[in-house]
């Protein structure tokens, strides 16, 4: 087989889906759900869905299930540093 190239598999079919399985690793993450969004804050599930139902983290519903998106919860955690730095004692702003 020349490097480079992919071969058919025994019976003449592409690859499956599971014979690419490592190139599916490199999709990027559009949305977590709630398990990964939980460690990833590292927060209880019920804290994090409480958050939620209160409207206080970005969250997109898709049928039932509960998604974050990734940069929207990095640019989320730049916000509320800035409002703890902004109400944070010996800022200079009293």
């Not at 869905?49 to 139902?53: E, G």
């Not at 004692?89 to 009293?94: D, E, I, L």
């Given at each position: 087989?020349i490097?480079g190239t ?6 003449g ?9 490592g ?19 590292t927060?209880?599930r019920?804290?994090l ?5 209160a409207?206080?983290i970005?969250?997109?519903r898709i049928g ?9 919860l ?14 944070a ?6």
């Open positions: 087989m490097q992919r071969s058919k598999s025994s019976t079919q592409e690859p499956s889906i599971d014979d690419r399985a190139e599916l690793q490199t999709i990027p993450l559009l949305l977590m759900n709630v398990e990964a969004a939980e460690k990833a804050l927060i209880s019920r804290k869905l409480d958050m939620c139902s409207g206080l970005p969250y997109v039932g299930s509960i998604r974050f998106c990734p940069d929207q990095r640019q989320w955690i730049a916000e509320q540093s800035a409002k703890q730095r902004a109400t004692p010996g800022n200079g702003t009293s």
